[in-house]
């Protein structure tokens, strides 16, 4: 294939990007990603606060304006994300207990409700665990209505979305001997054990000197897999330039394309330009739309 969509079609995978709402209109953008991507995740604009920014009054104006763009051009859309710590609106933020556990339930089925059809996967939980050594869940207001915050989220997703995948979402869960893999993993065990409905692990994949791709990235892909669901690559960037970062990227591709259960790879944004890191060139395409040698070495290996 000679673009990344193309070529990771070749092995039954899709190739995606984070697309923000408001680049849209800008063609120089928007000519690379319909090229390139046919899985899209909306950056910011289904999360919490833009999605219900006041209790029980839902604005899906710019989820919707993704969407539309992403299916009227033939791509599929991740969903990204109906529980999450961060990005949550004010009124939620100040909500605890029951009222709020009854909340984000609410806000649960309304989102997925309102996609129902229209979504490939959901991040349904994003990043509830903690860093560190000690594999514990991350303390958060979700966290205090109770440890069972997170099923109660998937059952009500799969209630309002059936034929929608449900993946848990997470970052510094690719290095398969960290505390925070492994729980996460233990969860999903669990989850699979019990019958609670999950169908795919989204590994964010954030990578950085102090986060580096790690030797055993396959191993962690490949464990998650042998749970008996699917494992996406779904925020990928790597700091760095050149050659160094061509290989990391490469290394991430063949590991993927060396476990059958995981099925797509999605970038975090188009150029380096578009990246929420601050500083940096974590991406494929340089500010000015032109293919990096990362690119090159991701085409390549896929
Ligand atoms: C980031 C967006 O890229 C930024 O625009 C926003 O200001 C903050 O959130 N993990 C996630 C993503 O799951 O939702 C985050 O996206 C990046 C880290």
Same mark, same amino acid.
């Given at each position: 294939?000679?673009?990344?969509?193309?070529?990771?079609?070749?092995?039954?995978?899709?190739?995606?990007?984070?697309?923000?709402?408001?680049?849209?209109?800008?063609?120089?953008?928007?000519?690379?990603?319909?090229?390139?991507?046919?899985?899209?995740?909306?950056?910011?604009?289904?999360?919490?606060?833009?999605?219900?920014?006041?209790?029980?009054?839902?604005?899906?104006?710019?989820?919707?304006?993704?969407?539309?763009?992403?299916?009227?051009? $033939?791509?599929?859309?991740?969903?990204?994300?109906?529980?999450? #710590?961060?990005?949550?609106? $004010?009124?939620?933020?100040?909500?605890? $207990?029951?009222?709020?556990?009854?909340?984000?339930?609410?806000?649960?089925?309304?989102?997925?409700?309102?996609?129902?059809?229209?979504?490939?996967?959901?991040?349904?939980?994003?990043?509830?665990?903690?860093?560190?050594?000690?594999?514990?869940?991350?303390?958060?207001?979700?966290?205090?209505? $109770?440890?069972?915050?997170?099923?109660?989220?998937?059952?009500?997703?799969?209630?309002?979305?059936?034929?929608?995948?449900?993946?848990?979402?997470?970052?510094?869960?690719?290095?398969?001997?960290?505390?925070?893999?492994?729980?996460?993993? @233990?969860?999903?065990?669990?989850?699979?054990?019990?019958?609670?409905?999950?169908?795919?692990?989204?590994?964010?994949? #954030?990578?950085?000197?102090?986060?580096?791709?790690?030797?055993?990235?396959?191993?962690?892909?490949?464990?998650?897999?042998?749970?008996?669901?699917?494992?996406?690559?779904?925020?990928?960037?790597?700091?760095?330039?050149?050659?160094?970062?061509?290989?990391?990227?490469?290394?991430?591709?063949?590991?993927?394309?060396?476990?059958?259960?995981?099925?797509?790879?999605?970038?975090?944004?188009?150029?380096?330009?578009?990246?929420?890191?601050?500083?940096?060139?974590?991406?494929?395409?340089?500010?000015?739309?032109?293919?990096?040698?990362?690119?090159?070495?991701?085409? @390549?290996?896929?």
């Amino acid at each position: 294939g000679s673009t990344l969509q193309a070529a990771a079609a070749e092995s039954g995978r899709y190739f995606g990007t984070a697309i923000a709402a408001n680049k849209l209109s800008e063609s120089a953008y928007t000519t690379i990603a319909n090229r390139e991507f046919n899985m899209i995740t909306a950056e910011n604009e289904m999360k919490l606060d833009a999605t219900e920014p006041n209790q029980n009054q839902f604005n899906f104006t710019n989820g919707d304006r993704i969407v539309s763009w992403a299916r009227s051009n $033939g791509k599929q859309v991740r969903g990204h994300t109906l529980a999450w #710590h961060s990005q949550q609106p $004010g009124w939620m933020q100040n909500m605890s $207990g029951s009222a709020l556990r009854s909340a984000m339930l609410n806000h649960v089925t309304q989102v997925a409700t309102h996609y129902r059809g229209q979504i490939h996967s959901w991040d349904v939980v994003n990043e509830a665990f903690q860093d560190g050594s000690s594999g514990a869940r991350r303390d958060s207001n979700l966290q205090r209505t $109770g440890n069972d915050w997170i099923e109660a989220a998937f059952r009500a997703a799969r209630a309002a979305d059936p034929n929608a995948k449900l993946c848990y979402n997470d970052y510094n869960t690719d290095d398969w001997t960290h505390a925070k893999t492994q729980a996460v993993y @233990n969860l999903v065990r669990d989850f699979k054990a019990r019958g609670v409905p999950i169908d795919c692990v989204g590994l964010q994949s #954030h990578f950085n000197s102090q986060s580096p791709v790690p030797s055993n990235y396959q191993t962690t892909l490949s464990s998650f897999a042998a749970l008996g669901v699917d494992v996406q690559i779904t925020e990928l960037d790597i700091e760095g330039s050149g050659s160094a970062q061509a290989d990391n990227y490469r290394r991430v591709v063949e590991a993927c394309l060396a476990v059958s259960r995981c099925t797509g790879i999605s970038v975090w944004g188009v150029r380096d330009t578009d990246s929420w890191r601050a500083s940096g060139t974590p991406l494929l395409f340089d500010g000015n739309g032109n293919k990096k040698a990362a690119y090159t070495s991701t085409l @390549n290996a896929l």
